[in-house]
């Protein structure tokens, strides 16, 4: 249960409907079957969030924390590489040494692979996998521990499948929309360099924010604007991965030492690239710190690693740990919010692109 304990990798979904009634009993009608159902082919199904072998759906089961907390499980039986690449050699050799020959042909070769998956695959222990969710309904999101797209389009038509219900990702472009209603095609490009024309400047909504973000944590001391779940800071630190488009070293990363203040992170924002991965450092206070690293393109969110709680029993300890989920997420999306208010009004663009260049330049010693 990836959400209770340790850092967790996620991304932010939007429930534009409310759960239905009876989601319990749907989510129930569509569980996992017995793994000894498992043939060749995978299946599907959901289970609780408490383990990958507990089918039983139901309020007891379905519910940690007071938010509903289910896996999507998947079962499938597979042959270890080794054990497979040996059997074939050994079938090989034997049907060599009975024909009298030196080879065999690639037909027989697909053959004897087919005869040994088929003989061996019964046998093997169905592997399991899980993609774990949370919905808080509340906030109108469900949290999904996945950052693979193929694996959030698996995840997310079984969902709509069993609760007609499709969870939006929180990309940028759809944060973007719900702010302003200047078509995003038209949205300036926030160019970050001086030595890069504005008409090529390029990049993504997500890496001009990341980008600007690490901008105006530079320019504010880190220090946030006050908020109702009260005063943060932040900072940005590596490894940093920066992307631009066209010819050249396309993707540049930064590991070592000091990547915010190195050499060649000056050197990639001179020559116009802009971020497109970072680690994020959160603060409320001298005790409670968030970290995680955020892909700048689809808002996914790996690694996170929630403040120290207080709670000690199970059900509030899992509380704890979502609603500090929430806090990070809350207050990451208003950043973001305030990204896309102040570059979609053309009264502050240019100053804010004036000023993000003079920033550069100075950490390039211009």
């Known amino acids: 249960m990836p959400f209770d304990s340790g850092s967790v990798s996620f991304r932010v979904c939007e429930l534009r409907q409310p759960m239905p009634e009876d989601a319990l009993e749907r989510f129930a009608d569509k569980a996992a079957g017995p793994l000894e159902y498992v043939k060749e082919d995978p299946k599907q199904g959901w289970v609780s969030g408490r383990h990958l072998l507990e089918t039983r759906i139901d309020d007891q089961t379905a519910y940690a924390g007071g938010y509903l907390n289910l896996t999507l499980r998947q079962a499938e039986r597979k042959i270890p590489a080794s054990l497979l690449k040996a059997q074939c ?8 040494q009975e024909q009298g020959g030196d080879r065999i042909s690639r037909k027989q070769k697909k053959q004897i692979k087919e005869d ?11 592997i399991l996998s899980g993609i774990d969710f949370v919905i808080d309904e509340g906030y109108k999101k469900l949290y999904v521990t996945t950052t693979s797209d193929k694996q959030f389009d698996t995840f997310a038509a079984l969902f709509y ?11 940028p472009e759809i944060l973007a929309a719900e702010v302003t209603d200047t078509d995003l095609e038209s949205m300036p490009i926030l160019n970050f360099s001086d030595s890069v024309p504005d008409n090529a400047a390029g990049g993504t909504l997500g890496q001009s924010f990341l980008t600007w973000l690490w901008f105006y944590l530079e320019q504010h001391g880190g220090v946030l604007p006050k908020t109702q779940l009260g005063e943060f800071s932040m900072m940005i630190d590596g490894p940093l991965v920066f992307v631009a488009e066209g010819p050249g070293a396309l993707e540049s990363s930064i590991r070592k030492g000091l990547p915010t203040i190195s050499a060649e992170a000056k050197a990639a924002l001179t020559v116009g690239k802009k971020l497109k991965r970072a680690k994020i450092i959160l603060a409320r206070g001298r005790e409670e710190q968030w970290q995680t690293t955020v892909d700048a393109d689809t808002l996914v969110f790996r690694g996170m690693k929630l403040p120290e709680g207080e709670a000690l029993d199970p059900a509030s300890i899992f509380e704890e740990r979502i609603t500090n989920i929430y806090v990070f997420h809350t207050i990451f999306t208003e950043l ?4 896309v208010t102040d570059v979609s009004d053309s009264s502050k663009v240019a100053e804010i692109q004036k000023n993000a260049q003079a920033w550069v330049n100075a950490m390039s010693g211009k």
């Open 161 to 171: 499948q069993t609760v007609g219900i499709e969870p939006v990702p929180l990309a």
């Open 116 to 126: 040994v998956q088929k003989r061996l695959l019964p046998d093997m222990p169905p």
């Open 89 to 96: 050699r050994m079938a090989e050799l034997a049907l060599l």
């Open 336 to 339: 973001f919010k305030r990204f």
